[in-house]
């Protein structure tokens, strides 16, 4: 079975705090994804990448970055946290194209700015 | 941009009715078609899935998916729902020429009474 984990299931910051979300899967998968879930809203894609040291952004990147140095990791970096970025982020991975929307996803982290 | 609507927010049922709950799409291309799952504290997870062939698809645990291409849809069906099909479900859109992007409906929560 892929895993995908998440480094922490809950995280409280404070606004202006730099945080760090990490993201790792087993299965040798070259793409990665992040996304935000917000009630109503479904998931967004903030950032994805294909291949190590590669990245593209999603829909919402702003306020965003991201680091993929080996192909099983991925780190989503908040340079500055805001309350607006409270939410469900949830981690994803997958095979190459054709299969690239068939993502197995991690167990979420929600987080809390203050 | 392509969006994915879903009729239906929330889908309160009693065990042993059926369920329907529909997926709408806006892209002129091919696609592929996803139904994801979420149950109460789990990760999100595959449902089924359609890239071609035979429209109507079958998944785990009974389900059933139906892809109308006149009609941009791709409704997700069980014909006797249980208890433990009380969760989260996504309609989530792939398209073929930009497999990177995948974009999800906002989800509907479905409840089923014993």
């Known amino acids: 079975d892929v895993k995908v984990t998440q480094s922490s299931r809950y995280l409280v910051k404070r606004t202006g705090e730099k945080v760090f979300l990490e993201c790792v899967q087993d299965?040798?998968?070259?793409?990665m994804f992040w996304y935000r879930q917000d009630p109503g809203l479904g998931l967004r894609l903030i950032y994805f990448?294909?291949?190590?040291?590669?990245?593209e952004k999603g829909d919402i990147p702003e306020g965003y970055s991201v680091s993929r140095e080996k192909k099983e990791r991925f780190s989503l970096i908040l340079e500055s946290a805001s309350t607006n970025q409270t939410s469900m982020y949830l981690c994803?991975?997958?095979?190459?194209?054709?299969?690239?929307?068939?993502?197995?996803f991690g167990p979420g982290t929600r987080l809390t700015v203050t | 941009a392509q969006s994915v609507s879903q009729h239906n927010h929330h889908v309160i049922l009693s065990e042993a009715a059926s369920l329907e709950l529909g997926c709408n799409y806006s892209?002129?291309?091919?696609?592929?078609l996803f139904w994801y799952v979420q149950y109460p504290g789990q990760h999100l997870q595959l449902l089924l899935k359609?890239?071609?062939?035979?429209?109507l698809v079958k998944g785990i645990k009974g389900f059933e998916a139906e892809f109308i291409k006149s009609k941009f849809s791709f409704n997700l069906r069980k014909p006797s729902v249980q208890w433990s099909d009380t969760a989260e479900y996504f309609c989530?859109?792939?398209?073929?020429?930009?497999?990177?992007?995948?974009?999800f409906g906002a989800g509907t929560t479905v409840t089923v009474r014993a």
């Open positions: 299965m040798d998968h070259e793409n």
């Open positions: 892209y002129g291309g091919t696609v592929n």
């Open positions: 359609y890239f071609s062939g035979d429209p």
């Open positions: 989530a859109v792939n398209p073929r020429s930009n497999d990177y992007k995948l974009s």
């Open positions: 990448s294909y291949d190590v040291k590669m990245k």
């Open positions: 994803a991975s997958s095979r190459g194209s054709p299969y690239r929307g068939e993502q197995y």
